[in-house]
């Protein structure tokens, strides 16, 4: 099992900043891409930003230029650094790691794994 941990949410005014961090933890063998998902009330959930080894990262037209997603593929860590909040923003913010795991012996199988998800909130 890959198991990923969020934290850094919470609430924050219009204008203001938040932080998202995401680590993965588990007999992990290689990433793939590493990502971050919103789902808002209501809505589904959504792709915010995303990044697979080796590529540039893609971005979701609503945060473009407010939002930089940070990859560390030694660390098996994503962070999101968002600016410039909007109440539009507010939602449940989940973190996306997908590679392959390590079995026991010389197995190895794909994993596909979610964050437990962390709320923002952004006030007018």
């Known amino acids: 099992q890959v198991q990923l941990v969020e934290s850094g949410g919470g609430l924050v005014q219009v204008g203001g900043s938040l932080r998202l961090s995401c680590a993965a933890s588990?007999?992990?063998?290689?990433?793939?891409?590493m990502g971050w998902y919103r789902q808002a009330p209501g809505k589904q959930r959504e792709l915010v930003a995303a990044?697979?080894?080796?590529?540039?990262?893609v971005y979701a037209d609503f945060v473009k230029g407010r939002f930089t997603i940070a990859t560390d593929y030694a660390k098996n860590t994503v962070n999101l650094q968002m600016n410039s909040l909007k109440p539009e923003d507010t939602a449940v913010y989940y973190c996306?790691?997908?590679?392959?795991?390590?079995?026991?012996?010389?197995?190895?199988?794909?994993?596909?794994?979610w964050g437990q998800g962390t709320q923002v909130a952004v006030s007018p």
């Open positions: 996306n790691i997908a590679g392959t795991r390590q079995r026991m012996g010389a197995s190895r199988s794909a994993f596909d794994s």
């Open positions: 588990g007999r992990i063998f290689s990433i793939d891409r």
């Open positions: 990044r697979s080894s080796g590529d540039s990262p």
